[in-house]
């Protein structure tokens, strides 16, 4: 009898604590791939999310958008509360988990996702259930041009990364007096690559640059030996790779299999920019460049950013890269939106994201700013040009914030 | 297009072809012998390369060391996935086939699982070994070492399953094979036979694992990448054939290769689904199946 009471009085807390939580705390469902492929980078995502959290619930002090005081004030200091869902890099999953997101845990707003392709099925849901998707670190550009409402961007896309890439060609060029004068573009066969891909033929084409080889290969696969032998054919001035981690070693030691040393590697981040592929590669990495939407070593211009790094560093024992940066980044500015709102109204929120204006200081991200278009784009978004020494990504482009001169061997 | 150029393709064909002949032996073994699918085969290639990599990590041995102690310690493994898990599935009354096939892959998924759990997600590689980063040029022609190392290991362990298959234990698989009530009244103890079989497969893997180790990454979902591939491989080759399995992993790697060069390289694995439906509309037990 008295342990049925027990369990009882247990379940009746269990419900009433449920409640109870619930009805104070922001809830935002993340989908990143937590196993599959891409595991590493969702599990990194995971801690990156986490410490955003970690920031906006905690008294931290740190200089930026909600990095003082606990919580949300406008909604009477309510915590944001993460459900984590993995997708497991497969669209239909990422479908699948964002519809439990919503009808069952009742989020009010939605994540992720690392892969454009599953941003592509997440952002469709968000859209029919009305309710926002904020995207952190899809990079497909097509992502915002399907008419979505509730489709929200902070970080650039691949045409803007892209635009960086040409730009730092022509004035590394002009500099030195080393012009690029071809390109061989290396890219898996899903949205990102594809989308990336078409970017960079297009600015090729308009920059006067010849596309040397353009190869579409399958992600994942065992082996690109007969892709490798194709870039070594083209011998372009610059080999420029869209590709995830497992697919960026295979390209890297592939090439050195086949005693070819690229003058120079242009990335479109994704796996390049994970800390796995430069262990992985070890002294391979060495010079090659990526784009990023983030800069580890701005922490002059963006003085939150040795803390941030401290507290991310403190969860996942690695820095913050490209992706992760963006991560942290994307849900503040979610928060803060919800926050602005005072709200957790779907419509009120999304009014507030679109009036969203945060100038780039109050952000760890090298950018302007943040203020979206009219298709959820933040237009503020200014990338910048890494590459790898010693070991770890330092900027090299624009110049006038660069920690580092690049390494250029183009037309040596 | 030169001759160098399409004659570097096809020995990188060839290189990766040995891999997949060997990584589709354990399975065509296990599969031959007891007309089970193991589904967790890519995951004990997986465990393989971890067993590898910890060594690795923890004492600097040259990974080409652990050849011997890490298929020792996949076949114990291998052994046990059978009395432990096998065994019993073979003991139920109804739908056998269908059990044994759910244990296989509740076995990968768990194993997948456990292994992202102890090792974390992240993509590990071994970084120093005697072969590593090595490439030998032969006329034009670029051989990397770690690559030719594993091609003639595979080699060295299909002349070495073909020896078992001509002893006395070779020959009570055989007849296991053929007839596994019969075995029971000549003294075969069949549990002894299907065990070792296990035992066998699982080695195969592990030498495998080692070797794609020194220069692969590894990572809880690496064996799946190479799964898919074995599985086509087997059938390919013929179920339970040896021989079938090293020509077809071979046909495979080059297939793959060539359809990547010549048509798309986003294609290529539907070059190798081509061959296998044609020998499937043509030859459904495969190019040197029999049964």
């Given at each position: 009898m008295q342990r049925r009471v027990l369990v009882v009085a247990a379940f009746v807390l269990a419900i009433g604590g449920g409640v109870a939580r619930a009805a104070n705390d922001v809830v935002i469902g993340a989908l990143y791939p937590m196993t599959g492929p891409n595991a590493q980078v969702g599990n990194d995502a995971r801690a990156a999310m986490e410490t955003a959290v970690e920031i906006i619930n905690g008294n931290h002090n740190l200089p930026m958008l909600l990095g003082k005081g606990g919580g949300l004030d406008k909604l009477g200091g309510a915590k944001v509360r993460l459900i984590f869902a993995d997708h497991q890099g497969d669209p239909q999953k990422a479908r699948a988990e964002a519809e439990r997101l919503i009808t069952q845990e009742h989020v009010v707003a939605l994540i992720g996702s690392y892969q454009s392709a599953t941003a592509a099925t997440i952002s469709q849901v968000a859209d029919r259930y009305e309710l926002p998707y904020m995207s952190a670190d899809n990079s497909s550009p097509s992502l915002n041009q399907r008419g979505l409402k509730w489709f929200f961007r902070t970080s650039p896309h691949d045409i803007m990364f892209t635009q960086a890439m040409f730009d730092f060609f022509r004035d590394i060029g002009a500099k030195t007096g080393r012009k690029v004068?071809?390109?061989?573009?290396?890219?898996?066969?899903?949205i990102f690559g594809t989308d990336s891909s078409n970017a960079q033929k297009q600015?090729?084409?308009?920059?006067?640059i010849k596309v040397a080889a353009d190869i579409r290969y399958r992600g994942n696969s065992p082996?690109?030996?007969?892709?490798?032998?194709?870039?070594?054919?083209?011998?372009?001035?610059?080999?420029?790779?869209?590709?995830?981690t497992s697919d960026a070693i295979l390209l890297m030691r592939g090439m050195h299999d086949v005693g070819y040393a690229p003058k120079a590697v242009m990335a479109q981040s994704a796996g390049f920019a994970e800390q796995a592929f430069i262990d992985a590669v070890g002294p391979l990495a060495e010079g090659v460049m990526s784009r990023s939407a983030f800069a580890l070593d701005s922490a002059k211009a963006r003085p939150a950013i040795p803390a941030v790094n401290a507290l991310y560093r403190a969860r996942n024992n690695k820095d913050l890269n490209d992706n992760t940066g963006r991560e942290i980044a994307a849900l503040i500015v979610l928060a803060d939106a919800i926050n602005r709102a005072g709200s957790m109204d779907e419509d009120k929120i999304r009014a507030a994201l679109i009036a969203t204006d945060i100038p780039g200081d109050q952000t760890i991200m090298?950018?302007?700013?943040?203020?979206?278009?009219?298709?959820?784009?933040?237009?503020?978004?200014?990338?910048?040009?890494?590459?790898?020494?010693?070991?770890?990504?330092?900027?090299?482009?624009?110049?006038?914030?660069?920690?580092?001169?690049?390494?250029?061997?183009?037309?040596? | 297009m030169t001759l160098t150029f399409l004659l570097q393709v096809a020995v990188g064909g060839l290189l990766m072809g040995l891999i997949y002949a060997l990584v589709a032996a354990g399975l065509s073994l296990i599969f031959g012998l007891m007309d089970v699918v193991n589904f967790a085969h890519g995951e004990l290639l997986?465990?393989?390369?971890?067993?590898?990599?910890?060594?690795?990590?923890?004492?600097?041995?040259?990974?080409?060391?652990?050849?011997?102690?890490v298929a020792l310690a996949l076949f114990a493994l291998g052994v046990a996935i059978y009395h432990l898990l096998m065994a019993r599935a073979l003991s139920?009354?109804?739908?056998?086939?269908?059990?044994?096939i759910f244990v296989t892959f509740g076995l990968a998924i768990f194993l997948r699982g456990a292994a992202?759990?102890?090792?974390?997600?992240?993509?590990?590689?071994?970084?120093?070994?005697?072969?590593?980063?090595?490439t030998i040029d032969m006329g034009g022609i670029f051989v990397p070492l770690p690559q030719l190392a594993a091609g003639l290991v595979s080699?060295?362990?299909?002349?070495?399953?073909?020896?078992?298959?001509?002893?006395?234990?070779?020959?009570?698989?055989?007849?296991?094979?053929?007839?596994?009530?019969?075995?029971?009244?000549?003294?075969i103890d069949r549990d002894r036979i299907f065990a070792l079989g296990w035992g066998l497969g699982a080695a195969a893997v592990g030498i495998a694992g080692v070797m794609l180790a020194t220069f692969y990454y590894v990572s809880p979902n690496v064996g799946a990448t190479f799964a898919l591939i074995a599985y086509v491989t087997v059938a390919l080759g013929g179920f339970g054939s040896l021989f079938g399995a090293l020509v077809a992993g071979l046909l495979i790697g080059e297939v793959e290769a060539l359809t990547a060069l010549l048509i798309e390289p986003s294609l290529k694995q539907v070059g190798m689904f081509v061959i296998y439906l044609a020998v499937l509309m043509f030859r459904p037990r495969g190019l040197f199946g029999t049964l």
């Open positions: 004068k071809s390109v061989a573009l290396f890219h898996e066969d899903t600015m090729a084409e308009a920059a006067g082996s690109l030996s007969a892709e490798v032998q194709q870039i070594k054919a083209a011998d372009a001035d610059v080999i420029m790779p869209s590709s995830y090298p950018w302007k700013g943040i203020k979206f278009d009219s298709t959820g784009q933040n237009i503020a978004a200014t990338p910048v040009i890494q590459q790898i020494k010693g070991g770890a990504y330092h900027t090299i482009y624009p110049f006038d914030v660069a920690s580092e001169d690049a390494v250029w061997n183009v037309g040596k | 997986m465990l393989a390369m971890y067993a590898t990599f910890v060594v690795w990590l923890a004492t600097g041995l040259d990974p080409l060391l652990l050849l011997i102690p139920v009354q109804f739908n056998r086939g269908m059990v044994q992202q759990f102890t090792f974390g997600s992240d993509f590990k590689s071994v970084s120093t070994s005697l072969l590593a980063n090595r080699l060295l362990a299909f002349a070495g399953l073909f020896a078992i298959g001509r002893t006395e234990f070779g020959r009570a698989l055989e007849a296991t094979r053929e007839d596994r009530e019969a075995v029971a009244l000549i003294g």
